[in-house]
């Protein structure tokens, strides 16, 4: 699961997220404001640059375990 959330309104889900032990969540806060997410992105313009980079890893990961 990842949740990216720029808002103070998203606090809520990430902490409901990280309560979860049967996954691993990647709760991502935009901005520099304090959170309960462990990872950040300084500005909502690399959101887009980050998700490409995410799921291009993700991709090669999932083809390296059909091989």
């Known amino acids: 699961v990842v949740a990216i959330g720029d808002d ?9 997220l990280l309560l979860h032990k049967d ?3 990647y ?3 935009v ?3 304090a ?3 462990p990872y950040s992105i300084a500005d ?3 959101v ?8 291009s890893i ?3 990961r999932h083809e390296a375990h059909l091989s």
């Open 8 to 16: 103070s309104t998203d606090e809520d889900m990430f902490e409901a």
């Open 23 to 25: 996954f691993k969540p």
């Open 27 to 29: 709760c991502i806060k």
């Open 31 to 33: 901005g520099r404001e």
């Open 35 to 37: 959170s309960h997410a």
């Open 44 to 46: 909502q313009r690399d």
């Open 48 to 55: 887009n640059l980050f998700l490409r980079n995410f799921l």
């Open 58 to 60: 993700m991709d090669d």
